[in-house]
Every structure is written in structure tokens, then in C-alpha cells.
């Protein structure tokens, strides 16, 4: 089975800042990763799929990057509404999935 | 509107039974393999189950293997999870998901609470 995990598990900081999410896989996952943001509460939203490809609508501050076993999450300039947790999932053992544990972005 | 509603939530025993419904709109519901997806109270996302378009092909986390059931009936585009033989740690918000490869849309999900 691919083990998937983030790190880190928490951040803080404040509008305006870069923040850097970063994914492993624990073998070769090529660009078969996706991630998603969720808000207390509520549902996960797909923000990326294919490590890189923006889903519509998602604000071109979201960028992803990596291939094989390492990934990145990039959010350029924080905004007040992008304070969510951040989970990556591997598809390329679909139809099985795996996610991340998640990295809980919060203001600094 | 592209949507998926669950429901079918409730408090049940431990070792006891619940069937949870996921209704499509919006969509032709036959195209899309489906996933149920489970979140534990403060924990992290799990992937639980597929289902391939006709309900031919069907996979799980290995956690519930035996226990929970995917189907689908295409006819009237709903999704099924049948839960057998709960344990506490079945708890969980419970959402549905389309899946062309990756889970582009999501209900907002339905509480299962397992507990005596």
C-alpha cells in the first residue's frame, strides 16, 4: 500500500505570505496527486489535480509542483479565506486512494 | 447543478446496521466511478470505498473489508453504503464523491455515530 504524508502538520502565518506544503509518497506515485482544501465543517474541495493542473475556479495563488515521490503545495500570497487544512491524496493505485494526514494552515 | 446529497446518518449500537444513500443530480451518474469518504471527529480524510460505472468492480480500505458494502442502482442515480457489524470506530462524517480519477465533487456528508 502507498503511505502518503505532509509536513508539516501545522503552520502559521499571516496574510500575505508564502506558504510551502510538502507531500510524500512512500514509492513512485509519477504525477498522480491531487489536493484538496477544507474549512471546518464543510466538504473538501479539489484544488488541484495531476499535481500541477488548477481546478476552475481556484485562484492562481494555488500552485503544485513535484513528480515521483516528493510534492508541493504553494500558496503565494495568503489570503484571510485560504486558512483551511490542506490534504494530498495518491490516485495512482486507483481505484484505491490514499491521503495525506493533512497540514492545518492558521493565522500567525 | 452538479450535486450529491447524503444521507442516512444516525446513532446506532455497536454491531448493528445502517444504510447510507448519496443522490446524484446534475450529472449522467453512469459516466463516473463513485467514493465514499470518511472523516473521524478531528482526524484526517479516509478513503473507504469505489465503484466502477456499473457497479461491476468494487474496492475498500482494508479496515472495513467485510463490514461495509458500495453499490449503486444507475436507474434512479443513487449511490449506496451498506454497514454491517459497526464498531466505534466507524464514527464519522461519511461524504460521497464523483471520481474521474480524482474527487472533483463532493457532498457535504451524513454523521454515522456508533455508540451504546
Known amino acids: 500500500d502507498i503511505q502518503m504524508t505532509q509536513s508539516p502538520s501545522s503552520v502559521s502565518a499571516s496574510v500575505g505570505d508564502r506558504v510551502t506544503i510538502t507531500c510524500r509518497a512512500s514509492?513512485?506515485?509519477?504525477?498522480?496527486l491531487a489536493w484538496y482544501q477544507q474549512k471546518p465543517g464543510k466538504a473538501p474541495k479539489l484544488l488541484i489535480s495531476?499535481?500541477?493542473s488548477l481546478q476552475s475556479g481556484v485562484p492562481s495563488r494555488f500552485s503544485g509542483s513535484g513528480s515521483g515521490t516528493d510534492f508541493t503545495l504553494t500558496i503565494s500570497s495568503l489570503q484571510p479565506e485560504d486558512f483551511a487544512t490542506y490534504y494530498c491524496?495518491?490516485?495512482?493505485?486507483?481505484?484505491?486512494?490514499?491521503f495525506g494526514p493533512g497540514t492545518k494552515v492558521d493565522i500567525k | 447543478e452538479v450535486q450529491l446529497v447524503e444521507s442516512g446518518g444516525g446513532l446506532v449500537q455497536p454491531g448493528g446496521s445502517l444504510r447510507l444513500s448519496c443522490a446524484a443530480s446534475?450529472?449522467?451518474?453512469?459516466?463516473?466511478?463513485m467514493s465514499w469518504v470518511r472523516q473521524a471527529p478531528g482526524k484526517g480524510l479516509e478513503w473507504v470505498a469505489n465503484?466502477?460505472?456499473?457497479?461491476?468492480?468494487?474496492f475498500y480500505v482494508d479496515s472495513v473489508k467485510g463490514r461495509l458494502t458500495i453499490s449503486r442502482d444507475n436507474a434512479k442515480d443513487l449511490l449506496y453504503l451498506q454497514m454491517n457489524s459497526l464498531r466505534a470506530e466507524d464514527t464519522a462524517v461519511y461524504y460521497c464523491?464523483?471520481?474521474?480519477?480524482?474527487?472533483?465533487?463532493w457532498g457535504k456528508g451524513t454523521t454515522v455515530i456508533v455508540s451504546s
Open positions: 464523491a464523483r471520481v474521474p480519477y480524482y474527487m472533483d465533487v
Open positions: 446534475g450529472f449522467t451518474f453512469s459516466m463516473y466511478w
Open positions: 465503484i466502477k460505472q456499473d457497479g461491476s468492480e468494487k
Open positions: 514509492q513512485d506515485i509519477s504525477t498522480w
Open positions: 495531476a499535481t500541477s
Open positions: 491524496q495518491q490516485a495512482n493505485s486507483f481505484p484505491q486512494f490514499t
